[in-house]
């Protein structure tokens, strides 16, 4: 019977020893070329746990799911991001080496090995923290501050599981509503508003002695500090109250205090409106896990009694308490759109991806998170060994 070694089958009745099974097996596998021929990293360790990185940061992604990142450092002076969100963390001291990039499966595509090279020339640490910053602002990003490491390392690692898993961070803004439909008293059919390059714009007529509706559902049950609107030109010339209400079901609602802007008949076109609500005007509930909000708003707007009217509101924003945006830190958001443009144009530098294989002895199979190595100033060890069926995915 025939034995599987890596992808050979080997004949029992043929005297084969270690080395010469090892020199099949490495023929079977295309050869390294340019930088990928060069001697391979060995000789690195890496521990579990310790104390805790002052550049550690947490993530949240579209599927709900959130990870804590870092820059991975092994022994001696060779810092990597993981290659597989679904990778096994060592529980104790174990062993990484490195293989040619086009033998690990997440690396086997040509077109995979360039995008994450792109990212990795274009992320930190390749590209300094001020330098990031300055690319962000030069990008048309506004971002508040200059980027810090442990962000920078963040949005790094984040972009290499979109390429490598298909994990989207979650980059939506959370004051931009996921839902906005337009609705005319109580009747049960609303109408289906889509933002423009703008925001959200809102042309309704008021029927006399009927309020209408824009409901506004947003991602999570944030709080409010404000809300604002510029005024329409096809405004009608009558006094409009406009005012927000709350909802934690999208059915019941109920009036924020405090709320009302009063539009008077005599106005100029396309001036802004903006209204400052109290500290806890929209506070659902609160508890030693936070405060939450609601999930759901409307503006609810009135004309005329005695004749109809009509509204043009354009560029309404909610402002969320606290100023956050997104579940991510804005930065993180800015960095990681920034690096994953870079990873897809094909003009843009790019730095060869070193794959690491972790084991738990020095020539083992491969046990643990496939990484890549960044920033190898500091040159451990070299090894010129063969890769053999022990110590190669072997197709894992």
């Known amino acids: 019977m025939a034995t599987l070694i890596g992808p050979e089958l080997i004949d029992p009745d043929l005297t084969v020893t270690g080395l010469a099974a090892a020199r099949l097996f490495a023929s079977s596998r295309p050869r390294p070329r340019g930088a990928d021929a060069a001697r391979l990293l060995s000789g690195l360790t890496r521990a579990p746990g310790g104390t805790y990185s002052s550049t550690v940061e947490v993530i949240h992604f579209t599927d709900g799911s959130s990870a804590h990142t870092d820059l991975i450092r092994l022994n001696p ?99 931009e509503p996921v839902r906005a439909s337009a609705r005319i008293g109580e009747h049960p059919a609303s109408r289906r508003i889509t933002p423009d390059a703008d925001g959200i714009a809102w042309h309704t007529q008021l029927p006399a002695g009927e309020t209408v509706y824009l409901e506004l559902a947003l991602t999570g049950a944030p709080q409010l500090q404000a809300y604002e609107f510029s005024v329409g030109s096809r405004t009608g010339r009558h006094a409009t109250e406009v005012h927000l209400e709350s909802s934690l079901d999208g059915a019941t609602w109920r009036p924020v205090s405090r709320s009302t802007v009063v539009l008077g008949d005599r106005r100029p076109g396309w001036r802004t409106v903006r209204r400052q609500l109290g500290a806890a005007a929209t506070l659902s509930s609160a508890g030693a896990a936070g405060q939450n909000g609601h999930p759901h708003y409307r503006l609810a707007a009135r004309g ?62 491969a046990a643990f998170t496939p990484l890549v190595a960044v920033g190898a100033s500091a040159v451990p060890s070299f090894s010129t060994r063969i890769p053999t069926h022990e110590g190669a995915f072997d197709g894992r």
């Open 77 to 175: 002076n060779i810092d990597a991001y993981s290659l597989d969100f679904a990778g096994v963390s060592p529980r104790q001291l174990c062993h990484y080496r490195e293989v040619p990039a086009a033998w690990t499966p997440a690396l086997r595509s040509a077109a995979l090995r360039a995008s994450i090279g792109r990212v990795l020339a274009a992320g930190h640490p390749h590209v300094s923290t001020a330098a990031l910053t300055g690319r962000l602002r030069s990008a048309g990003h506004r971002v508040s501050g200059s980027i810090r490491e442990h962000e920078a390392i963040a949005a790094t690692q984040a972009a290499l599981w979109r390429l490598t898993n298909h994990l989207e961070l979650d980059t939506r803004p959370l004051d």
């Open 304 to 365: 005329p009694e005695d004749r109809d009217g009509l509204l043009d509101l354009h560029g309404i924003r909610l402002e969320l308490t606290g100023g956050a945006r997104f579940r991510n830190n804005e930065r993180i958001v800015a960095l990681y759109r920034l690096l994953l443009a870079e990873a897809h144009r094909e003009d843009a530098p790019t730095a060869w991806p070193r794959a690491l294989i972790g084991s738990r002895t020095p020539h083992g199979p």
